[in-house]
């Protein structure tokens, strides 16, 4: 993508071809990088990472996951190898002018202390020369996209945000020139967990809208299962041991490193790139909140069902109807054990669990979009684990 391009819409495309909406994918070939001292950081490394897709590097302490990462925009110059971006060797063009075409996120954020939020986004778009209305235009943009209201926010300096502020004004900052590659070296991990995990998701949908070649560097491995396309496990000298999707990465690691680095509750893992099944739903009796108890007692009955699923008049789940309580006159609406939880038919089984967990039902409602389909109960969450790892071990 040209950097030097007036700010455009966000772009969408399909990932996977050899570019995708403008990004381009990466080639390493037969990289290394022997530091002055003598350390071999990264040795003889080919790579790809594919168009629009975000690709994460793991492994441990200084096996060279940084090394690898930044030599992609040259902080790091490769001692030996190319590196192609959408098939152009970059290892000789003008170190300044790649890095404005590669947005950069680090853990500190790295934002101008004593610069607004709104100046520091505005950085490479002033340093291409974009005028001024684009720039401004781009910035509020900007702003939005990553949650931050621009009222509130955009004037403030960088001591005036939260953790997780300014790591969404860093990530603005690093798109602001709408480059079609992302580096990201370890970007949520300065922030709590649970900051940490509405980041993630935040991210993963901008993604989803911007589709940027991203490479992802983190030491922790249920960040990479949740966020990557497909994951590096590296070993020392930027040895590439694996380099999979997640989920077969975890169903199965190519040795004995990799199984020790992804961790013995890898079935564990799983969940959380497992997606619910249709075929695995149970379908009890469904009533509405505004039919007669005794027709719920019939219909529960008539199935030989404990309990039936209870429908609110829009149709979603309102909560369980018990069927020693499917009797007498009056609407199921003041029988009704009210519990309105429930997952979308793309959840994973991890947040279905995890919903499970946090109901007395014992199972989840799965919708798909406004309509119930069933419901997942623990013993076929448990089944469907089950038969994810075996087809992974296969
Ligand atoms: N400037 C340098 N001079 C000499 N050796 C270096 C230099 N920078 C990194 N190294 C060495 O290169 C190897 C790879 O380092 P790198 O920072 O890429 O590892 P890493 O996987 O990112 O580690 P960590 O997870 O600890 O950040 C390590 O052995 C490290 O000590």
């Keep these: 993508m040209d950097a030097t391009a007036a700010p455009s819409s966000l772009r969408t495309a399909s990932p996977g071809a050899g570019s995708a909406g403008g990004a381009p994918g990466i080639r390493l070939e037969g990289v290394s990088k022997v530091y002055p001292d003598g350390t071999v950081g990264v040795a003889e490394l080919d790579l790809t990472f594919a168009a629009g897709e975000l690709s994460v590097l793991v492994g441990p302490s200084g096996c060279g996951k940084t090394t690898t990462m930044k030599m992609v925009n040259r902080i790091i110059e490769p001692t030996t190898g190319r590196i192609l971006l959408g098939g152009e060797d970059v290892t000789r063009v003008d170190a300044d002018r790649l890095r404005r075409r590669i947005g ?12 607004t939020v709104r100046t520091n986004i505005a950085t490479v ?7 001024r209305r684009e720039i401004r235009d781009r910035v ?7 949650g931050l209201d621009p009222a509130v926010h955009g004037d403030r300096y960088p001591a005036q945000l939260s953790g997780g502020q300014r790591q969404r004004a860093g990530v603005a900052r690093a798109l602001a020139a709408d480059p079609g590659v992302l580096l990201m070296d370890e970007p949520f991990s300065a922030v709590d967990p649970v900051v940490r995990e509405r980041l993630q998701s935040e991210f993963l949908r901008l993604q989803e809208t911007v589709r940027k070649t991203i490479v992802f560097v983190t030491h922790d491995i249920e960040e990479a299962v949740r966020l990557g396309d497909r994951i590096a496990v590296m070993s020392t000298g930027g040895h590439v041991e694996q380099f999979a999707p997640p989920a077969e990465l975890l169903g ?45 007692g019939a219909a529960l009955d008539r199935a030989g069902a404990g309990r039936a699923v209870v429908l609110d008049v829009g149709g979603r789940p309102a909560g ?62 448990h089944a469907a684990l089950r038969r994810s790892v075996h087809e992974g071990a296969r």
């Design 140 to 146: 509020e943009e900007l702003l939005t996209l990553v």
């Design 252 to 296: 199965r690691p190519a040795n004995e490193t990799v199984a020790d680095f992804v961790g013995a509750d890898r079935g564990l893992k799983r969940l959380a790139v497992t997606p619910i099944d249709p075929a695995d739903l149970e379908h009890p009796p469904v009533v509405g909140v505004g039919d007669g108890l005794a027709e719920a």
């Design 104 to 115: 950069y996120v680090i853990q500190s954020v790295g934002l101008f202390p004593h610069q």
């Design 320 to 381: 369980w109807l018990p069927a020693d309580r499917a009797s007498g006159s009056g609407t199921v609406a003041s029988a009704v054990v009210r519990d309105d939880a429930a997952v979308p038919l793309q959840a994973s089984l991890r947040t279905a669990l995890a919903t499970i967990l946090q109901s007395d039902a014992g199972w989840v409602p799965v919708l798909d979009g406004d309509r119930h389909l069933g419901v997942l109960t623990p013993a076929a969450l």
């Design 125 to 131: 778009p002033r340093l291409l020369g974009w005028d």
